[in-house]
Nanobody, 121 residues
Framework: QVQLVESGGGLVQAGGSLRLSCAAS????????MAWFRQAPGKEREFVAA????????RYADSVQGRFTTSRDNAKNTMYLQMNSLKPEDTAVYYC??????????????WGQGTQVTVSS
């Protein structure tokens, strides 16, 4: 099973940018499609972005389309989430997780500890 560690979160002003990383252990990272989810206080966890095994196909939530970009480097066992034009409503704990496909987004692993992103207005 792939073990994941998210990093790169922090406090940023509205309109700013952050780049999150999701580092995976094990040799099977490239076999998995991957996804980012987030959970704001008092809200359900929601889908943010997903990327297929090769990195050639991506999918985004409407709320982040055009502002966020996900990518992956299979040689480094790492996935990234570049977040631009951040808004206060992007404030949440961000998680990465393997998924069975970017179409179904069904989880193929366990949640990590996440990384906190806070956007001030």
């Amino acid at each position: 099973q792939v073990q994941l560690v998210e990093s790169g979160g922090g406090l940023v002003q509205a309109g700013g940018s952050l780049r999150l990383s999701c580092a995976a252990s094990g040799r099977t990272f490239s076999a998995y499609a991957m996804a980012w989810f987030r959970q704001a206080p008092g809200k359900e966890r929601e889908f943010v972005a997903a990327i297929n095994q090769s990195g050639r196909s991506t999918r985004y939530a409407d709320s982040v389309q055009g502002r966020f970009t996900t990518s992956r480097d299979n040689a480094k066992n790492t996935m990234y989430l570049q977040m631009n034009s951040l808004k206060p409503e992007d404030t949440a704990v961000y998680y990465c997780i393997p998924v069975r496909s970017i179409a179904t987004l069904s989880r193929a692993g366990s949640w990590g500890q996440g990384t906190q992103v806070t956007v001030s207005s």
